[in-house]
């Protein structure tokens, strides 16, 4: 149990999230344009907007073209009879462990850009938190679904 | 009980209450603003205010019914859009009975019967006789047949072997007196303080510096300082004698009673098998001398945020805990494993404290000359970075964990095993390139998670926790 899981989710997650994010990524705009009405108004020195815009916009790239392929590359899981291991992260590493008997219910769900990719993402819910799975292809979502279901009854069982 | 029935009307007058409590804030400032006016238009308004308030609460209380079917408890109320709720007795999971101070003057209770599942609010009956109370409880918790001998039971609980703990007068007192609250009714104080700006004309001071001989500006401004902290100090003392007065836990089968209060009398119920974790926190001024204050985690029924951790004693010797516990909910076992911050982490934890108030430094001094003054703060931040250095610590065997963690205040956590949910290492880059890690784990709490954290542990240590969660057998130190 100490050694690092080793399934890799599926690589079209790069994809799916470079289109999300660059959605999603449009938001950090409004910054910008925030500060650009006091600016005007000289309230607050003009270059505070001008160096705030272009950082916008580098954060947006990185956003696009930086962070998915981490995020990917970082992400692994593996499910057995003991629980659910998950390894992420980008800048902080979080290794995350769900014994099988905590275990409450799993969903899979599927967003607009997930759909178009043909992914889903797992959530595991435990009386206190949501852990989530990203981006697996629809069949081994259902699959992992109904595996981690299934250990989690045995578990039940076995208490 | 099989007819639809009422609450007492003093139901309508507690209603009445709730919304003048709920709205203190703003009735204070329209009455700061509408005594400004001189006609009287606005106390033409401010009765409308109020007549129409007591008469939302007069019908209300004639709307609401409520009755036992079978092993349902079926309210209707609602005075715009009716409710109906139906709760039946196993989804109840605890029926709370208070007595406010209205309530006690006519001999009345308050009945909040929570249930589980979200999305339901609990349902409350604000006020109804002792007896039908206890009446109403017994029914809902199928003891129909022994609702005569508990009854007898409350009446005389001092003659019985209930188990049973309470807060002497003594322990009382230094409670209120340790309490530190002082500090954020101080920020209330100040922020109140902020708004009496009208009162502080120049005339005013003039009038008040030419009065007091030998006052100063600077002397005036400590002279405020002090005085808020005298009087916020006398609140939150006042506070913690109103609130833990005749404090007393009782154990029961399969429950812990607990009792609390002048004025306003709290009984609250804690099934065994909700308790998720305890938590024993030592706060700043009381760990000096020995005591602390201990919290239960409960989980499953719906609650508002600020009743999920429930003070389950608000003053105990810290020598004196472990007798407590073994009493009164499980015993304490030797831990098998313990496991601390290894020694390269200790600079970590002396400089982390340090961080933010660098920063903070820089800025203050940025706008003020005299700002550099504040880097002194630098000795107690690296101080209390030394105090959670030794006083991180988690230990653990086959059946429960503590954990030990020092924010400003100490904390420990005790919870089993099966309550532990999620278990959680994670690393920033810094503390990878230490091959250190951080160790997160997660009890249920109302309907959400509580997080305890202990920082900086060695990544094979903290593994070793992930494998105690999941139940598999971890090396045990010799």
Redesign the interface.
């Known amino acids: 149990?100490?050694e690092l899981p080793q399934t890799r989710i599926n690589e079209n997650a790069i994809k799916a999230w470079r289109i999300s994010n660059t959605l999603i990524g449009l938001l950090i705009y409004v910054i910008p344009g925030l500060l650009y009405i006091p600016a005007m108004y000289g309230d607050i020195s003009v270059i505070i907007p001008i160096v705030a815009g272009p950082s916008a916009f580098i954060l947006h790239l990185l956003l696009i073209f930086v962070f998915p392929k981490i995020r990917w590359n970082r992400w692994r899981y593996d499910v057995n009879e003991?629980?659910v291991d998950l390894y992420r992260?980008i800048?902080?590493?979080?290794?995350?462990?769900?014994?099988?008997?905590?275990i409450q219910h799993v969903d899979t769900k599927q967003g607009p850009v997930y759909r178009k990719f043909g992914l889903s993402s797992i959530s595991i819910s435990?009386?206190?938190?949501t852990?989530e799975i990203p981006a697996l292809d629809d069949e081994t979502a259902a699959q992992l679904r109904g595996m981690i279901s299934e250990l989690v009854r045995k578990a039940k069982e076995d208490v | 009980m099989s007819e639809f029935r009422r609450q007492h009307p003093v139901a309508a007058v507690t209603q009445f209450l709730t919304v003048v409590r709920q709205n203190l804030v703003p009735i204070a400032i329209f009455l700061v603003v509408g005594t400004r006016n001189t006609d009287n238009f606005f106390w033409y308004f401010f009765a409308f205010g109020v007549i129409s308030t007591l008469i939302l609460g007069i019908v209300g209380w004639l709307r609401f019914t409520y009755r036992v079917d079978g092993d349902e408890l079926q309210i209707k109320k609602g005075i715009f859009v009716r409710k109906n709720l139906y709760l039946t007795k196993d989804r109840i999971q605890v029926i709370d009975i208070t007595e406010g101070i209205l309530q006690r003057i006519f001999g009345l209770v308050k009945v909040e019967v929570k249930s589980a599942g979200s999305g339901t609010s609990s349902a409350t009956i604000s006020a109804i006789t002792r007896d039908e109370a206890l009446e109403l409880r017994s029914l809902l918790r199928g003891e129909a047949k022994k609702a005569e001998e508990e009854s007898v039971e409350i009446e005389e609980v001092s003659e019985s072997d209930v188990l049973e703990w309470r807060l002497s007068g003594r322990d009382l007192l230094l409670a209120a007196l340790t309490s530190g609250n002082f500090g954020l009714i101080a920020s209330i104080l100040g922020a109140i303080s902020g708004q009496l700006d009208q009162f502080i004309t120049e005339e005013n001071m003039y009038y008040i510096l030419d009065k007091v001989p030998g006052l100063g500006n600077t002397s005036l401004f400590v002279g405020v300082f002090i005085l808020i902290f005298i009087i916020s100090y006398l609140f939150s003392f006042i506070g913690v004698v109103f609130q833990y007065s005749d404090f007393k836990v009782e154990k029961k089968e399969k429950e812990l009673h607990i009792t609390s209060g002048l004025l306003e009398r709290k009984h609250i119920t804690v099934p065994f098998n909700r308790i998720q974790a305890l938590r024993f926190v030592e706060g700043i001024f009381r760990e000096p001398f020995g005591y602390g204050m201990l919290f239960v985690e409960s989980a499953g029924f719906e609650q508002k945020s600020n009743e999920r951790s429930i003070v389950l004693l608000p003053f105990i010797k810290k020598s004196k805990l472990n007798k407590f516990l073994s009493e009164f909910i499980e015993e304490v076992e030797q831990p098998e494993k313990t496991v601390t911050p290894p020694e390269r982490a200790f600079l970590r934890y002396l400089r982390r404290p340090n961080y933010i108030l660098i920063l903070t430094v820089l800025i203050t001094w940025w706008f003020w000359d005299f700002g550099w003054i504040f880097f002194g703060f630098l000795i107690p931040a690296t101080f209390l970075g030394w105090l959670r250095f030794n006083d991180a610590k988690l230990s653990f065997n086959q059946k429960m964990m503590t954990l030990q963690y020092r924010v400003l205040a100490k904390t420990t956590a005790f919870f089993k095993k099966n309550r532990a949910q999620v278990s959680e290492l994670t690393a920033n880059p810094f503390q990878k390139f230490g091959d250190l890690t951080t160790a997160h784990i997660t009890v249920a709490s109302g309907a959400g998670g509580k997080a305890f954290s202990v920082m900086d542990l060695d990544q094979k240590d903290a593994e070793d926790i992930l494998v105690w969660s999941t139940g598999d057998t971890y090396e045990q130190q010799a």
Request: aromatic share 0%; charged share 20%; no cysteine.
């Open positions: 149990m100490t003991k629980g992260g800048v902080i590493l979080k290794r995350t462990i769900v014994p099988v008997n905590r435990t009386a206190a938190t852990h």
